[in-house]
């Protein structure tokens, strides 16, 4: 048994493929990982975390949403607002890091994601964002990076 912290970009490029995500889960998942954390962000992480609802037919995981702040969804836009509510939905636990917004709360979350995990699975595109932080972070800690 192994958890692997999930961790990308908001604005997924034309080169992200959805085929290659799946490929990279269900080697995960074929090589004993059954434990995902999701940081419920637009973009990627909405994307994993609905491709591994459906990979659960298939395989059995555990799926915990790691939120930084309860009031995370707010300011999506509504038809993301909904995948976010439905994916919510599906996961098998859920952690509010805090009450509301406040600075800092995104990297807090993603730190807890990779304090728990023994992979990450990271969609980076370009050396910025919380998406860097967080493979930074996961190097810094010794968790192994696959990137996609």
Not at 87 to 96: F, I, N, P
Not at 123 to 148: D, H, I, N, S
């Amino acid at each position: 048994m192994s958890a692997c912290a999930l961790t990308g970009h908001r604005t997924l490029g034309e080169e992200f493929s959805p085929a290659r995500l799946r490929r990279a889960l269900e080697s995960l998942l074929k090589e004993g990982t059954d434990t995902f954390y999701c940081g419920m962000a637009m973009g990627f992480d909405l994307a994993a975390g609905e491709l591994l609802v459906r990979l659960r037919k298939k395989y059995p995981l555990r799926l915990v949403a790691c939120i930084p702040c309860a009031d995370q969804a707010e300011r999506f836009p509504l038809s993301l607002r909904r995948r976010y509510e439905a994916l919510l939905s599906a996961c098998d636990e859920r952690v509010v890091l805090f009450p509301a917004y406040e600075k800092g709360c995104m990297f807090a979350r993603n730190r807890y994601m990779v304090d728990r995990a023994d992979c990450v699975l990271a969609y980076l595109t370009a050396p910025r964002g919380g998406t860097y932080y967080t493979v930074r972070y996961a190097e810094k800690k010794g968790v192994p990076v696959q990137y996609l």
